[in-house]
């Protein structure tokens, strides 16, 4: 089965400018959540996505959006961007309902890098 | 809130060495804790997770993490470093309706022939 994929793989862009990064989670899940993950520190949550209705929003600004498809892929927008931007972002998904014991299933990430 | 504290950013081990990498968690309620491995380039990987079932949980590739409510701990273990074990790993909370996961600092693994 194919695990959680994420486009595009890399990308570079300008203060300024915005960005919209692609998440499609494993078949039969329902939720994905997004991290940012800055070089050398652990992953920051930014959102979670259920049955396409936001369930949680980390401590990120309103320049960070996103949302949720009927067939469960996501897209995380960044407007305005700026150098601190720049990171891995990670999209996961699980299958949604479960509880905090529920297993998040993480993509390669997208490398993006603000200049 | 709840959060998480990995105790050393940088652990150097020999192969074939016992493996110790800490996590100290900080939670009102009993806490979901997860261990994930990050290998260069790569998403993260589960190893293994603690759901109050049984204090001593066994994950992939040989490695297994010890809940002790008294040291409010889980660390991370394995018996035998191999070279392949060389990566990032990060522990990490989830919150009570799990609509997220709090990660510690990360801790970066060597492996010395």
């Known amino acids: 089965d194919a695990g959680v994929t994420q486009s595009p793989t890399h990308l570079i862009k300008t203060r300024g400018q915005q960005v919209t990064l692609r998440c499609s989670p494993i078949?039969?899940?329902?939720?994905v959540s997004w991290y940012q993950q800055v070089l050398g520190q652990g992953p920051q949550f930014i959102f979670q996505?259920?049955?396409?209705?936001?369930?949680g929003r980390g401590n990120f600004p309103d320049r960070f959006s996103a949302r949720q498809f009927p067939n469960y892929s996501s897209e995380l927008n960044v407007n305005a961007l700026l150098l601190g931007d720049s990171a891995l972002y990670l999209c996961?998904?699980?299958?949604?309902?479960?509880?905090?014991?529920?297993?998040?299933?993480f993509g390669p990430g997208t490398r993006l890098l603000v200049l | 809130a709840q959060s998480v504290t990995q105790l050393g950013s940088h652990v150097s081990v020999s192969e074939g060495a016992l493996v110790l990498l800490r996590c100290n968690y900080s939670s009102s309620v009993p806490p979901y804790l997860f261990w994930y491995v990050q290998y260069p380039n790569q998403g993260l990987q589960l190893l293994l997770k603690y759901t109050s079932a049984a204090t001593l949980v066994k994950g992939i590739n040989g490695f297994e993490a010890e809940f002790k409510k008294s040291e409010t701990s889980f660390h991370l273990t394995k018996p035998s470093a191999h070279m392949s074990d060389a990566a990032e790993y990060f522990c990490?909370?989830?919150?009570?309706?799990?609509?997220?996961?709090?990660f510690g600092g990360g801790t970066r693994l060597m492996v010395k022939p």
């Open positions: 990490a909370v989830s919150d009570n309706a799990g609509n997220m996961l709090t």
């Open positions: 996505y259920y049955e396409k209705e936001e369930r």
């Open positions: 996961a998904s699980s299958p949604g309902g479960q509880g905090p014991q529920e297993t998040q299933y």
């Open positions: 078949s039969g899940h329902k939720s």
